[in-house]
């Protein structure tokens, strides 16, 4: 029973790790995209209207 909780912790601590990470990484990529592209002048916006399957086209605006 001892060792049963002790995997149940250890996989518990993974997971909460990755869940971290993956935060990390979201707050990253959020960062990026809210950053106006250098030297193209407005900012970048995903164009619903554009979309094709999972790849979203990204228009710029001025």
Known sequence: M???AGRIQA???AAEKESQEWAISRRRVGAV???PAAGL???AVADP???SGD???VR???
């Open 41 to 43: 002048g407005g900012t």
């Open 33 to 35: 995209l809210d950053e």
């Open 2 to 4: 001892r060792e049963e």
């Open 11 to 13: 996989e518990l601590a």
């Open 55 to 57: 790849r979203g086209a």
């Open 49 to 51: 209207a554009r979309r």
């Open 60 to 62: 710029r605006v001025a």
